[in-house]
C-alpha cells in the first residue's frame, strides 16, 4: 500500500511539485519516492526544563530513522513546563493535545515518534497519537540523577514538599531551604521522584507505546540516547507492519497500566490521563477498573514519595520490567507492545539487583497499593485517595470539616492563630476542579495550620476537587466528582459538618441530612467565585471539559478522527 504521505507527494502535477520543492532544500529527490517520512513530534522547550534536553533525544530518533530507510522530520510541538505555566499546566494539556493532534494529521507523514518528559507531555502526546492513530511510539525524556542535600536523597518535588513544611514547623531555617534549591535538579531530564512524569513514562511502557525497558532510563545516560535510536528504526518498522495505536493500546493494556501503576506507587495523575487516553481510543474504561484491577496489588518499588529510593536507583535495581516480572501473574499477557511482541515476552530476562528498591512479592512495602476509588453522598461521581501515600491510621476517620472555598481563602486564614482546628478536623477545599479553578491545579495536597505543625502534627485528612502533585503526600481525598463549580455536593459542605472517610469500605460520606443538603442547594449563593472566563481557550475550556471521573478531556475532543485529510491547501 503506498504511503499516506505519497498523498502528497506522488505525482508529476502542480500540487505534488509544490509540496516536493519546499520540502527540496538540498535533499534528494528519492526522499519523496515513497519511503517512510516519520516526524518526530517534539515537546523540547527551555521554558519546559524537564524536556530541554529533547533536540538530542531527537538527533539520535533522528538517526534511527535514517538507518532504517526512513525520512525523519523534527515538528515541535506544544510544549507545558508543569512548574512555569500559570494557572496550572492541565488547563493546557487538552490545547496541547489538541493542537498535537491536528498537526499530526495536517502534515504528510506516515508515522510519529512521540519526545516528551515533564508531567502532561506524554500523555498529550498519546492522547494525539490515539485521535489520528498514525503508527506512533513514545520515546520518554528520561528521569535526572539523584539530588542529594545534606548527606540525603533530595527528591525533586517531594523534597520540596518536605523542607517547606519544615520551615513553617520551625525547625529548618530558611536559609538552609535556601541552600536546598541547587541541589535538587542535578542534571537535565525530569522529576526523579515517582511523580507524574516518571508515572507517565511507565504508563506510556506498560500500554505497549514503548520500546521495552527504556521508561526511567535517566536521562543523561547513554543508554537512553541508544534506546532513542533503535526506537527510530522501529518506527519505520511500525510504518510497514502498519501497527497503530489502537491495536497496542487495549484494554488488555489498560488493565495492565492499572497493576502497574499501583506496583510502582504510582501518580494519582495517571488515573486522569489513563482515562483520558482510553476515551480517545473508544476504549471502555472506568473508575472502577483501577479499583478492581488494582485492588491486592502491591506495592513494590520503595521511591519518593511513598518511599526511600529515586529513578536512578530504580533503573540500577533492574527497571520497570523487573518490577512487572513481579507482578507477571495479574498482567494480561494478550497486550502488545509497539514490536508487535506481547509485553509479557520481554519480561523473561528482567532481573531485580537490589531488593532494597524493587522489593520482592514476599516483602511488598504495602500489600495493597491500589488507587481506592471513594463513593458517598460526598462524591456521587467518585473521589480518588492514593493509600500508599497516606497514613494508615487516617484511612478510617471521622471529623468537623474545616472549609475553605478557594485557594485564595485557604492562603488567606490558613495561618489565622484563631482558626478553629484540630488534629481531628477534615480540611476541604473547594473551587479546584476543572472548572472552578479553572484546570484543576494541584492544590489538593494543600498545607496544614501551623498550630497543626507545632503540635508535630504532619498529616490530615484533606477533601479536594482538585489533583495532587505526583511527588506529594498525605491522606489527600482528591478528583472529587462532581466538582463543587459543577455543582457537586462539595459546594454544600459548611464548616462543622461531620464528615467520614472509609478507605476500606470506599466511602466518603458527608454526615447532613438529605433534606438539610436540599435547603442548602436551593440557599446555594451565586457569586460563587468560581472562574468565568468570557474569551479564548479558558472559555472554551470551561463551557466543554468533562469531569474527574472520565479524565477531565473536553467533550468534543473524545474519541478520533482517524489521519484522513480530505483537501488540498492549494
Ligand atoms: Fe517537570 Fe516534575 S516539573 S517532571
Same mark, same amino acid.
Given at each position: ?9 506522488? =505525482? ?43 533536540? #538530542?533525544v531527537?538527533?539520535?530518533v533522528?538517526?534511527g ?15 507545558? +513546563? ?25 502534515? @504528510?507523514?506516515?508515522?510519529v515518534v512521540l519526545l516528551g518528559g515533564?508531567?502532561?507531555?506524554i500523555?498529550?502526546l498519546l492522547?494525539?497519537a490515539?485521535?489520528? /492513530?498514525?503508527p506512533a511510539v513514545v520515546v520518554p525524556g528520561g ?10 536523597? *533530595? ?22 531551604? &535556601? ?19 516518571s508515572?507517565m513514562a511507565c504508563m506510556a511502557e506498560v500500554l505497549g507505546m514503548t520500546l521495552p525497558g527504556i521508561a526511567g532510563t ?5 543508554r537512553l540516547?541508544?534506546q532513542a535510536?533503535l526506537t527510530g528504526?522501529l518506527a519505520?518498522?511500525l510504518?510497514?507492519?502498519?501497527r497503530?495505536p489502537?491495536?497496542v493500546m487495549?484494554?488488555?493494556s489498560?488493565?495492565n497500566a492499572?497493576?502497574a501503576?499501583?506496583?510502582? +506507587? ?53 527497571g520497570l520490567l523487573?518490577?512487572l ?10 497486550a502488545i507492545t509497539v514490536t508487535g511482541e506481547?509485553l509479557?515476552?520481554a ?6 539487583? /537490589? ?7 514476599? #516483602? ?16 456521587? /461521581? =467518585? ?62 495536597? *494543600?498545607?496544614? @495550620? ?49 464528615? #467520614? &472517610? ?20 436551593? /440557599? ?11 474569551? =479564548? ?24 478522527? +482517524? ?8
Open positions: 500500500m503506498a504511503q499516506r504521505s505519497q498523498g502528497w507527494y506522488a =505525482g508529476t502535477g502542480r500540487n505534488a511539485y509544490i509540496h516536493r520543492a519546499w520540502m527540496r532544500r538540498g535533499v534528494p529527490a528519492d526522499a519523496f519516492d515513497g519511503r517512510p517520512h516519520i516526524a518526530i513530534a517534539n515537546t523540547a522547550s527551555d521554558l519546559t526544563p524537564c524536556n530541554m534536553h529533547l533536540d #538530542e531527537a538527533d539520535s533522528k538517526r530513522v535514517l538507518e532504517a530507510g526512513g525520512v525523519p522530520f523534527n515538528l515541535p510541538v506544544m510544549s507545558l +513546563g508543569e512548574t512555569q505555566v500559570r494557572p496550572t499546566a492541565m488547563l493546557w494539556r487538552n490545547l496541547a493535545a489538541m493542537a498535537i493532534e491536528e498537526m499530526i494529521r495536517a502534515n @504528510p507523514i506516515d508515522g515533564c508531567d502532561k507531555t500523555p498529550a492522547m494525539a490515539a485521535s489520528v /492513530d498514525l528521569p535526572m540523577l539523584n539530588g542529594t542535600f545534606r548527606g540525603q536523597r *533530595f527528591g525533586c518535588g517531594t523534597g520540596v514538599w518536605r523542607l517547606s513544611e519544615e520551615v513553617r514547623a520551625g525547625t529548618l531555617s530558611q536559609e538552609a531551604f &535556601l541552600e536546598s534549591e541547587s541541589a535538587m535538579v542535578r542534571s537535565k531530564g525530569h522529576c526523579n521522584t515517582m511523580g507524574t512524569a508515572t535517566p536521562a543523561p545516560d547513554s540516547a541508544e535510536q528504526r519505520v518498522d510504518v510497514a507492519a502498519g497503530r489502537s491495536q487495549t484494554r488488555a489498560f488493565l492499572i497493576v501503576l499501583a506496583a510502582i +506507587g504510582g501518580s494519582t495523575n495517571a488515573v486522569l490521563h489513563l482515562l483520558a487516553i482510553a476515551g480517545r481510543l473508544g476504549v471502555d474504561l472506568t473508575l472502577a477498573d483501577f479499583d478492581a484491577s488494582g485492588a491486592g496489588v502491591p506495592l513494590l518499588v520503595d521511591l519518593q514519595p511513598a518511599g526511600d529510593y529515586l529513578m536512578e536507583d530504580l533503573f540500577r535495581a533492574g523487573a518490577v516480572h513481579q507482578v507477571e501473574g495479574l498482567l494480561d499477557p494478550s506481547p509479557v515476552s519480561l523473561t530476562d528482567a532481573q531485580v539487583w /537490589d531488593s532494597t528498591v524493587i522489593r520482592p512479592l514476599s #516483602e511488598p512495602l504495602q500489600h495493597d497499593a491500589g488507587i481506592a476509588v471513594l463513593r458517598g453522598n460526598l462524591a456521587p /461521581d =467518585g473521589a480518588v485517595i492514593k493509600p500508599a501515600a497516606a497514613t494508615a491510621a487516617l484511612l478510617q476517620h471521622r471529623g468537623r470539616a474545616l472549609v475553605f472555598d478557594s485557594v485564595e481563602d485557604l492562603n488567606a486564614r490558613l495561618d489565622d492563630p484563631d482558626l478553629d482546628v484540630t488534629a481531628d478536623s477534615v480540611l476541604v477545599l473547594r473551587g479546584c476542579g476543572p472548572k472552578g479553578y479553572p484546570g484543576m491545579p494541584e492544590v489538593a495536597n *494543600f498545607p496544614l @495550620p501551623p498550630q497543626m505543625l507545632e503540635l508535630g502534627i504532619r498529616d490530615m485528612v484533606r477533601i479536594c476537587d482538585g489533583r495532587m502533585s505526583g511527588t506529594a503526600y498525605g491522606t489527600v481525598v482528591l478528583h472529587v466528582a462532581p466538582e463543587a463549580a459543577a455543582g457537586g455536593p462539595l459546594s454544600l459542605v459548611r464548616t462543622g459538618d461531620w464528615i #467520614e &472517610l472509609d478507605v476500606a469500605g470506599r466511602r466518603l460520606t458527608l454526615d447532613v441530612p438529605e433534606e438539610e443538603l436540599a435547603l442548602r442547594a436551593a /440557599d446555594e449563593r451565586t457569586d460563587s467565585g468560581y472562574a468565568n472566563p468570557q474569551r =479564548g481557550w479558558q472559555k472554551l475550556y470551561v463551557d466543554h471539559v468533562l469531569q474527574a471521573d472520565t479524565g477531565v478531556d473536553l467533550d468534543f475532543l473524545v474519541g478520533t478522527s +482517524g489521519d484522513a485529510v480530505s483537501r488540498e491547501s492549494h
